[in-house]
């Protein structure tokens, strides 16, 4: 098992994730809801977004390097960011803290879940409809607003979450082109490239929507879109023209990717 596998909950069961007091989303803007009161120490915050995806919880030296990255920290200042965490959670129904006191090592309660297990939980359904629920909880980019959010980079977190939204918009999306449905296959490609906005697959499966969609206008501006994400400028529609041609020869775009738009725009001999 990776460690990014490891680091979160990826296919939580119905007694892990059902009806949480507090949820942590992460799939947008990061939010803390349902705690008791507001966070008033951002890396207090974190500390609670770092232990929802790390559900088998860590010791305090390794959150605390896992937040600081750049220095070591003090014991009081470790000790005062956990307080600060739980006192802004608060309690459960039952009256137990949603972040127990455990000594050297915190975890958070089951009765605080994520947003991502939600996601998993769906997109683990044979239903296609569920996997639409599962993209509807995408609100934007990964990890949105955290400050000090490199270890979901270092440790494996965030290439696990952008890979399992990406898989599922995917499987989503052949879904229903197969079905000739091209505006629900772009609605979930469009999700999924809020998260992870470099992947070429997701970008192929646009193009075909669009083709498929009869929208030409749609297809070009899908290969327009992923050569300025890559850096590469601006996509005149010119490049059946000799002084353009080029662009494809010398772009780092994917052969595949490529090979897709000229067989999509101008068919198997532009």
Known sequence: MSPAARSIDAEPSPRSYAAPEVEVAVLGPVEVRGASRPFCRAAAKELVVYLALHRAGARNDVWAAALWTDRCVAASTIHSTASVARRSLGRSRSGADHLPHAGRRLRLADSVGTDVERFALAAADPDPER????????????????????????????????????????????????????????????RALQISPYDERLYRALLRSAEIMGNRVGLRAAMAELLCVAGEGRFSGSERSADAAPWYARSSIHPKTVALFRELAYGKDP
């Not at 990964?142 to 000090?148: A, N, S």
């Open 131 to 190: 996997w639409k629920d599962a993209l509807g909880l995408v609100r934007g980019r990964l990890f949105d607003g955290l400050r000090l959010s490199d270890w979901a980079v270092l440790d494996g977190t965030q290439a696990h979450v952008e890979g399992m939204v990406a898989a599922t918009a995917l499987k989503g999306a052949e879904h229903f082109l197969r079905r000739g449905d091209g505006e629900e296959a772009e609605w979930m490609i469009r």
